[in-house]
DNA sequence: TGCAACGTCGTGAAATTTTCCCGGCGCTGC
DNA sequence: GCAGCGCCGGGAAAATTTCACGACGTTGCA
């Protein structure tokens, strides 16, 4: 931030998608997008050789996923500054975001002018939260329901993210280095936290949360 | 067609995707994006309208899905052509996107040299598919994927559908008047019949199917 | 008619997973 | 400093999943 320009790094899975970014952000003065990843890990690895003033990322994404991407890049560089910039329209994912360690939360469907706004904003350390999901916690907060993203940690969620996805608990293991026995403790408490007995009830909760939407059933 | 310039109306509810279409196809010759849609009935509108040369349309977009815009501007012009262009990596999807009348279906993970071929042949009267669906379609195609109804006994089918409604494997056995063990058994068959491993990927092939609709997921 | 194939039900035992309890580590807040 | 918590995993008991096997009735067909 100490130079005129502040540099950007963009993390989507879709190439189409990242040059969408790049073509809105290029219009404004001040800004230059310094490198691109498409996945997480790839992500961390650009963060750390490029060191950008921010991070604009998605959060579905092969492999590792966006907060655990968003985890692994503040690890080492607590002041790092990360924009999340997704398609998911859930409060739950906003607040798993945020604890991990996300700057800002803004959904696809925004205008252009409210991803730049938020661009300025977090780079200005300010924290950035689009409308749409400001009402979204708003309504969530009213109900008073305990969502999955509230009662589990980052780390937590990750994993059952993971499990959502169809991977194995070696799978998953190997994905966040850990061992499988983790990943089993975790799974087990996941379900202890939320109160269900089976993997089939805990697939439900999550659809009726929206952590896993129906449309997203296809990637097998 | 007749004029020098193809007209593209494009179709998806991400602003700063459109954004990124429209840089993409900007750079090719001959192309011209006329007209931006970001739900389905307003595709349908300009379209009327406008009678574009081709349609770049996603297909997960509130209101009234890309599927079933397809399928309208079909029945509206039978000549009309259509290019899906989704993040859905699933053969299902792109199947009934075809069905619909869909002339070719990229994904956004393709790289943007495969979303212009794929504009250039559709508008060349061909129908374009992108390589990772085209995998996908060949492998369903070789070990397709057993549907639930057709390889399971009534016995089986039963146990399915009591198991997705969240009952355990008791009270299965009560309501079926057979031991758990025997409940257990079917459990592990009925998996091992539909080729999945867990039973977080049973549910989800369930959803697949259609066995289990998320309307039902309601009741808490 | 006989008998092969299959669906249904169940047992027992092995293999695996789930669950619970534990300790250690590092960070945060008071 | 110390309590609390997130995170990581070992150990062992408990539960489940899986496999092998057999019994019984029905169906279909040669």
Redesign the interface.
């Known amino acids: 931030m100490s130079t005129a320009e502040a540099t950007i790094l963009l993390v989507d899975?879709?190439?189409?998608?990242?040059?969408?970014?790049?073509?809105?952000l290029q219009k404004q003065p001040g800004l230059r997008v310094v490198a691109e990843a498409a996945d997480g890990a790839e992500a961390y690895r650009l963060y750390k050789s490029e060191t950008p003033d921010l991070v604009i990322m998605d959060l579905s994404m092969p492999g590792i996923g966006g907060i655990e991407a968003v985890r692994r890049i503040r690890q080492w560089d607590k002041a790092a500054r990360i924009l999340v910039?997704t398609?998911h329209e859930n409060a739950g994912f906003a607040v798993q975001a945020i604890r991990a360690g996300a700057r800002g939360y803004v959904t696809?469907?925004?205008?252009?002018e409210t991803?730049v706004r938020a661009v300025k904003d977090v780079l200005a350390g300010k924290i950035a939260i689009s409308p749409d999901i400001d009402h979204e916690l708003a309504l969530s907060r009213i109900s008073g329901e305990s969502s999955a993203a509230d009662v589990l940690t980052p780390r937590e969620f990750e994993v059952l993210r993971l499990?959502?996805a169809?991977n194995?608990t070696e799978e998953i293991a190997e994905t966040l280095h850990v061992s499988p026995k983790t990943v089993a403790n975790l799974h087990s408490l996941i379900k202890d936290k939320l109160g269900v007995?089976?993997?089939?009830?805990?697939?439900?909760l999550a659809?009726?949360q929206g952590i896993l939407t129906?449309?997203d059933?296809?990637?097998?």
Chains 1, 2 share one sequence.
């Open positions: 899975d879709h190439s189409v998608v990242r040059e969408g970014y790049r073509s809105v910039f398609m696809k469907t925004s205008p252009p991803l499990l959502l169809e194995t007995g089976s993997d089939i009830e805990l697939v439900r659809l009726r129906e449309v059933l296809g990637e097998a």
